[in-house]
């Protein structure tokens, strides 16, 4: 492995927070080669892109950073560019001959691979491979938190979706290893756990026949060192009265739940192939609300599903009015080959999908508006996340790194990124977000 010691390898990791944790199990192994990792591809002599190929904008981000990538080859130090993930997984025939630029493809979970990879492109005779542990990481996140990715793949087989053939069957990660490397975790500071899955409520059902997410939850509870256990994402089929329950009443369980629906009418929901009924959804709504009041609801919302109508278009719009999620991701509906909506029928031109976008977009923000207005005057505990030239940049446990709302907190006192304080909520600021004073 000294041969390696000379050499740079720079990591590029695109989409969800899922395949970030892929990526940082990847960097433990460069880093158990012996590898240097740096963050500037222009001075490395490996490059990976670690891709996401779920929908077509995603797909174009990858192969636009491929070609980037690929610049360095021509102009830089790059010696081997290795693209992973999802696009390789999805495409992988059609990807190799339209990218020559590319030396090697490989799919999901492909660790060992890329070392195997690294090691024969330089001739290292003796070959280990890496010493994988599914615990090991090198964190991409701030300290203080960190994504616990509980489980892979996915089962729910929506028409419009292409996770299952990339990522396959929903895969449970053993319990006891979930703890592990929690612990390590916190031994190394991380303060707050992000739950993630394609599903994290259907956690346990392959491993142990059973849904094991609550169980899951109180044992990570016993952890000393961890403040905050956030879920992400609760499809509500699954939602039981337990782990409402467990939201409520145990105090390290974020007030924070981010429940995909994709739609609420029912005529559109049974077209994707959701379980969920409106009926249902709005009787778990209010549970999860009536049991926890202060929740901070979250959703995903595709719009321009084929069929939806304009009659269809209202009813959502309705609900999205009367649910007052605290935040929604809306999606134009992507069309991908290869999944049964493909062949739908009575699809949306792009104008009209654009449109319908635009408009609950801005229903929404004037909602989150009205949201945050309401919480003026109150004092939230908050974790400061990190600063910049002008204000420390603060976080709730109603919200999540990246896609929810901060506060900023301007520098007049000193402030310890990855510390917890106490902050009164004096403005809202462009909408969304808040200023904040320490109490």
């Known amino acids: 492995m000294k041969d390696l010691k000379t050499k740079s390898v720079a990591l590029v990791s695109l989409g969800c927070d899922k395949n970030r944790v892929?990526?940082?199990r990847i960097l433990y192994c460069l880093k158990e080669l012996g590898l240097n990792i740096v963050t500037n591809p222009e001075q490395a002599n490996i490059i990976i892109v670690n891709t996401c190929a779920f929908i077509e904008s995603a797909r174009v981000e990858s192969i636009q950073n491929i070609l980037e990538m690929a610049e360095y080859k021509l102009n830089g130090k790059c010696e081997l560019l290795i693209v992973v993930g999802c696009l390789p997984a999805k495409s992988y025939n059609e990807v190799r001959k339209s990218l020559p630029e590319v030396d090697v493809f490989?799919?999901?979970n492909s660790e060992n691979d890329i070392v195997k990879v690294i090691e024969n492109f330089y001739n290292i005779k003796e070959i280990k491979g890496c010493?994988?542990?599914s615990c090991a990481r090198i964190l991409s996140t701030p300290k203080h938190y960190a994504y616990l990715k509980i489980a892979d793949g996915c089962n729910n087989r929506c028409t419009y979706c292409t996770i299952p053939q990339i990522r396959g069957k929903y895969v449970s990660r053993p319990f006891e290893?979930?703890?592990a490397e929690a612990k390590i975790l916190a031994q190394n500071g991380v303060k707050e756990l992000i739950l993630v899955?394609?599903?994290?409520?259907?956690?346990?059902e392959d491993l142990y026949k059973k849904h094991r997410l609550v169980?899951?939850?109180?044992?990570l509870s016993k952890i000393q060192n961890i403040h905050w256990i956030r879920l992400h994402y609760c499809y509500p089929e699954f939602i039981s009265d337990k782990l409402i329950d467990e939201i409520a009443n145990n105090d390290k369980v974020c007030k924070y739940l981010d429940m995909p629906l994709q739609h609420i009418n029912n005529k559109i929901l049974k077209s994707m192939n959701r379980a969920s009924t409106k009926e249902h959804i709005i009787a778990i709504i209010k549970k999860i609300r009536d049991k926890c009041p202060n929740i901070a609801l979250r959703t995903s919302i595709i719009v321009g599903f084929s069929g939806e109508s304009k009659k269809d278009?209202?009813?959502l719009k309705q609900f999205i009015i009367e649910a007052r999620f605290a935040q929604v991701g809306f999606f134009e509906y992507s069309r991908e080959k290869d999944t049964e909506a493909y062949h739908f029928k009575n699809r949306k031109f792009s104008f009209t999908k654009h449109k319908r976008l635009r408009e609950l977009v801005a229903l929404q923000q004037q909602i989150t508006y009205e949201n945050n207005l309401a919480k003026i005057g109150s004092v939230l505990q908050c974790i400061c996340d990190e600063e910049d030239d002008d204000n420390y940049i603060l976080r709730s446990q109603f919200d999540s790194p990246d896609v929810d709302s901060v506060i900023?907190?301007?520098k007049d006192k000193k402030l310890q990124v990855g510390e917890f304080y106490n902050v009164k909520l004096v403005q809202v600021e462009n909408s969304l977000d808040f200023k904040g004073e320490i109490v």
Do not use: C, M, P
């Not at 169980?215 to 044992?219: D, F, R, V």
């Open 22 to 24: 892929d990526s940082e």
């Open 106 to 108: 490989l799919g999901v």
């Open 131 to 133: 010493a994988y542990s």
């Open 177 to 179: 290893k979930l703890i």
């Open 197 to 204: 899955a394609q599903d994290v409520t259907r956690y346990g």
């Open 215 to 219: 169980e899951l939850i109180q044992e």
């Open 313 to 315: 278009f209202q009813e």
């Open 408 to 410: 900023l907190v301007n």
